[in-house]
């Protein structure tokens, strides 16, 4: 026997492809073996960012004891959840439901045929604080399956059959109306912290989707209250721990309600969706605070997660070195006044009251989390920056937090769309370009001939897994985000071929309910479909956005249809459980919206008269609006079809469901028409 991780694509399992444990990737193999030998399979599920499952695999993996009983008594498979998240998504439901509770590691046992029976996640190599050790558990587990397996093999059954006989959720047969999102808006009023913004107690994660969702309500319907709640909360997150002071970029949530303490890791996905909130948010109100974080976190995206390919890196970790050979969370991003006076001298002061660096420290052994707890006072602007870019590069000397070098199909697509709007909005070219490297490694390295999306590549190689719904969504989204901001027509085109295959593979056709997985995936013990958003988007969600985007640019109504059904769901859960279906409430906006569809025409695409209408238009608020921008006689867009100079001059077109407004040359009358609820 052999560990047999040494090839695969994924960092995570890279990192276990040493251990002594005679590790299988998810496969086919895998279970045969378990068949043949009549054992019982560990699943371990993780990802590369982890900080737990850091520990359990130096704990336990590492361990030779440890490895020669699982080999002894188990075929044990390792899976990262970000390359399977229907493999994570099916399991993490059992063991939410045998157990209450969820988390990684996640280590499940199945039979050979891959039914669960018995859950759990983090266990320590020594029992404490009432939980078994791992060796507890694998004796206890292997003790069942010998001495008791008839039973064990019922319990397995019985778990495969209640998952499956879990009712979806009964989703509605039309959109949600006024009614169902103004009840979205009180719920989410209802548990918001006034005191700290977010929503709920710790930890806190940033409500990325339900923000985009009270940011369009507010454009649409002009409700303060919504624009408050994100504006407070967007200022808040900013001024917290939960921001890199230094060098941008959010981390994945705060341990406390006040955003002062992060969980240190920073994953690709939070900062897509948030440079793009914030850039929104700027749009909306030319908040000083939203530019500085947009760009901010745009550029910590292309600095530290793009890759050699021009694609997106999944995540830096939470851990890193603390100078002594210890990987310590937070290490590479926590200071002390002793440090402070180390590397700026005389500034030091100033730069522990502006950053809140105290003796006692906000976060672990005397060290603070860097934040900007001043709202009072005046610092010196140019001594403020100074202090920064030298707390920077002395913070570039420390030893760096490892990166999750995978690049995910749906992230990237989340990039594409936040990187694409933040370089039209603040003229920042390299910003779109940076867009479009990621967009072209997307079509290049993951779309095959059959317009079918591989769901990760790492160094330009395509990885084994098949995209899932939220892949075919959140790229889309970016193509199309792509598409109204480069006036490249072909970005468009490409977004109708991923959504083509969420029409014919990922939808039921009697009910119009999208599914995670294609319907020729590889089968698990239940398909998975989850309406819900999670860290990002869900993907039944995202696909409605972008099916109602697409629909918007070509006219089709098989598209528009299909967002409409799709997001029957969000009628459902809208008013019940808004903090946790925010992105269907943001599209459910712009479907009320309209959306709009602008199209801007003008003798040529350099031409400043047509660039000012086109800037124009990409910073209307109207919720899902599309643009199109283009010379008169171009076929790139269907909404240029038609459409005239105007006595030789650039012309802006504004419709909505059926009717247009009379052309407009003046950019200042565009604004008007699209700020108009």
Known sequence: ?????????????????????????????????????????????GYSSCHWCHVMAHESFEDQATADYLNEHFVSVKVDREERPDVDAVYMEAVQAATGQGGWPMTVFLTPDAEPFYFGTYFPPAPRHGMPSFRQVLEGVQQAWTTRHDEVAEVAGKIVRDLSQREMVRHAAEAPGEAELAQALLGLTREYDPQRGGFGGAPKFPPSMVLEFLLRHHARTG????????????????????????????????????????????MLYDNALLCRVYAHLWRATGSDLARRVALETADFLVRELRTAEGGFASALDADSDDGSGRHVEGAYYVWTPAQLREVLGDDAELAAQYFGVTEEGTFEHGQSVLQLPQ??????????????QRLLDARTRRPAPGRDDKVVAAWNGLAVAALA???????????????????????????????????????GRVGPNAGVLEDYADVAEGFLA??????????????GLLLDQVLTRFTDPATGALYDTASDAEPLIRRPQDPTDNAVPSGWTAAAGALLGYAA????????????????????????????????????????????????????????RTAALHRTALLGTAPGAVVAC?????????????????????????????VCDLPTTDPAALKTRLARP
């Open 630 to 658: 283009g010379t008169p006689d171009s076929d790139e867009f269907p909404l240029l079809a038609d459409r005239a100079l105007i006595d030789g001059a650039p012309a802006a077109y504004v419709c909505r469901g059926f």
């Open 1 to 45: 026997m052999a560990n047999r991780l040494a090839h695969e694509t994924s960092p995570y399992l890279l990192q276990h492809a040493d251990n002594p444990v005679d590790w299988w990737p998810w496969s086919g193999e895998a279970f045969e073996e378990a068949r043949r030998t009549g054992r019982p399979v560990l699943l371990s599920v």
């Open 375 to 388: 709202t009072e006072g005046v610092f010196d602007a140019e001594k403020v920056a100074s202090v920064r």
């Open 553 to 608: 640019h070509t006219g089709s109504e098989t598209h528009r249809t299909a967002a409409e059904r799709a997001l029957g769901v969000v009628k459902t859960l809208g008013p019940r459980v808004p903090r946790f279906i925010g992105w269907g409430l943001a599209v459910a906006e712009a479907l009320h919206d309209g959306p709009r569809e602008v199209a801007v025409v003008g003798p040529a695409p350099t031409d400043g």
């Open 482 to 495: 792509l598409a109204s901001v480069t006036g490249e027509g072909v970005w468009l085109d490409f977004a």
């Open 421 to 459: 709007e933040t370089g039209a909005y603040f003229d920042r070219p390299d910003l779109t370009e940076a867009a479009l490297g990621a967009a072209d490694l997307l079509v290049r390295v993951h779309l095959d001939e059959h317009a079918r999306l591989a769901r990760t590549s790492k160094d």
């Open 223 to 266: 409700a303060e209250g919504a624009l408050q709640m994100a504006q407070d909360t967007c200022e808040r997150m900013a001024r917290g721990g939960i921001y890199d002071q230094l060098g941008g970029g959010f981390a994945r949530y705060s341990v406390d309600r006040d955003w002062i303490v992060p969980h240190f890791e920073k």
